[in-house]
């Protein structure tokens, strides 16, 4: 449906894309995470034909545009975008939004009344469709802002940041939205710094200082991620001693080592040191063997936001 070939973008002297590929598929949930400035937005831009890049390619469906082939006003009307910037008027209604927003769009009077029952029934909004925009929860809002980014029914949305500043019930909200889109075919690229939310990609791009540094299915991440596994141990049971072996490998750059909730999530690039410290101190721990003591596996096996720390941080690249 989508593809990315070698794109790069650079703002002066400044590479904020470097040489970026993937492909993305019909109905897929695909996801861009990274920490701030990683290229996320810069790339969704670019895709969305707002920024020509300065090489590479982007092709959707049957349309390639890039550096050298500004072609992508062809897809405009394939494309739903919900930037990351709240994009809607405070001061006008939920319709005047929507009405004003199909009007820049050139929507058929028709068009507009069918994509707008269908919206309002979607979203169950009733009457709230005639209130102030700046009177919304904000998760209403963003959901509002997603029914404007779809009203001329895209095949390809892109979501960025979507639900930044949202409680965690409307997230769940939104994202069961997300999923019935993807259910109709619809093709989703989301960024989101919440790991739970990541989850629900069927794949996810991990973004580092431009690049592309992973890309896989949540599950394939986390393995491929740790193949010896996560060690765990409980922050309260860690002898000083322990503590301060594990700073210094850190520094060392030849293992890993955070904190995750009660415990320390450690991982070892070295393995003869793992085997070292794991001799030397029972409360240190591989979590599989762990979760086979009965103790609460769910918070102690490798979670995407392990995986996240790893690759962003971890290593030295
Ligand atoms: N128009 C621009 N001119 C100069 N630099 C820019 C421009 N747009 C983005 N950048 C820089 O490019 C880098 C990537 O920015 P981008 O907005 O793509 O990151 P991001 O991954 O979306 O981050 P965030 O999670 O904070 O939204 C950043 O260092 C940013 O400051
Ligand atoms: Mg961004």
């Given at each position: 449906?989508?593809?990315v070939?070698?794109?790069?973008?650079?703002?002066?002297?400044?590479?904020?894309?470097?040489?970026?590929?993937?492909?993305?598929n019909?109905?897929?949930?695909?996801?861009?995470?990274?920490?701030?400035?990683?290229?996320?937005?810069t790339?969704?831009?670019?895709?969305?034909?707002?920024?020509?890049p300065s090489?590479?390619?982007?092709q959707i469906?049957e349309?390639?545009?890039?550096?050298?082939?500004n072609?992508?006003?062809?897809?405009?009307?394939?494309i739903g975008?919900?930037?990351?910037k709240?994009?809607?008027y405070?001061?006008?209604?939920?319709?005047e939004n929507?009405?004003?927003l199909?009007?820049?769009?050139?929507i058929k009077?028709?068009f507009?009344?069918?994509?707008?029952d269908?919206?309002?029934q979607?979203l169950?909004?009733?009457?709230?469709?005639?209130?102030?925009v700046?009177?919304?929860?904000?998760?209403l809002?963003?959901?509002?802002?997603?029914?404007?980014a779809?009203?001329?029914?895209?095949?390809?949305?892109?979501?960025?940041?979507?639900?930044a500043?949202?409680?965690?019930?409307?997230?769940?909200q939104?994202?069961?939205?997300i999923?019935?889109?993807?259910?109709?075919?619809?093709?989703?690229i989301v960024?989101t710094?919440?790991?739970?939310?990541?989850?629900?990609?069927?794949?996810?791009a991990?973004?580092?200082?431009?690049e592309?540094?992973?890309?896989d299915s949540?599950e394939?991440?986390?393995?491929?991620?740790?193949?010896?596994?996560?060690?765990?141990v409980?922050e309260?049971k860690?002898?000083?001693?322990?503590?301060?072996?594990?700073?210094?490998?850190?520094?060392?750059?030849?293992?890993?080592?955070w904190?995750?909730?009660l415990?320390?999530?450690i991982?070892?690039h070295d393995?003869?040191?793992?085997n070292?410290?794991?001799?030397?101190?029972?409360?240190?721990?591989?979590?599989?063997?762990?979760?086979?003591?009965n103790?609460?596996?769910?918070?102690?096996?490798?979670t995407l936001?392990d995986?996240?720390?790893?690759?962003?941080?971890?290593?030295?690249r």
């Amino acid at each position: 449906m989508l593809e990315v070939r070698n794109l790069s973008v650079t703002f002066d002297n400044f590479v904020a894309v470097k040489n970026v590929s993937f492909k993305v598929n019909k109905g897929e949930i695909f996801g861009l995470l990274g920490a701030n400035g990683a290229g996320k937005t810069t790339t969704i831009r670019v895709m969305c034909g707002l920024l020509i890049p300065s090489s590479g390619e982007v092709q959707i469906a049957e349309t390639v545009f890039g550096k050298n082939n500004n072609t992508a006003e062809l897809i405009k009307s394939r494309i739903g975008y919900m930037s990351q910037k709240f994009t809607l008027y405070d001061d006008l209604t939920i319709e005047e939004n929507w009405k004003f927003l199909a009007s820049l769009r050139k929507i058929k009077k028709d068009f507009y009344k069918k994509r707008c029952d269908y919206l309002n029934q979607w979203l169950s909004l009733g009457d709230k469709k005639n209130k102030l925009v700046s009177s919304l929860a904000s998760g209403l809002k963003q959901q509002v802002a997603l029914a404007a980014a779809l009203f001329h029914d895209p095949d390809i949305i892109f979501l960025d940041e979507p639900t930044a500043g949202v409680s965690p019930f409307a997230r769940m909200q939104f994202w069961n939205l997300i999923k019935t889109l993807a259910e109709q075919g619809k093709t989703i690229i989301v960024t989101t710094h919440y790991m739970d939310e990541a989850e629900n990609c069927a794949r996810l791009a991990l973004m580092r200082a431009g690049e592309i540094i992973a890309l896989d299915s949540p599950e394939h991440l986390k393995v491929q991620t740790f193949p010896n596994g996560i060690c765990v141990v409980l922050e309260e049971k860690m002898p000083s001693s322990l503590k301060d072996e594990i700073q210094k490998y850190k520094n060392e750059k030849l293992l890993n080592a955070w904190p995750y909730g009660l415990y320390y999530h450690i991982v070892f690039h070295d393995q003869k040191i793992g085997n070292d410290l794991k001799s030397r101190y029972p409360c240190l721990q591989l979590h599989t063997d762990v979760a086979d003591s009965n103790l609460i596996s769910a918070t102690l096996s490798a979670t995407l936001e392990d995986v996240f720390i790893e690759l962003v941080e971890g290593k030295a690249r």
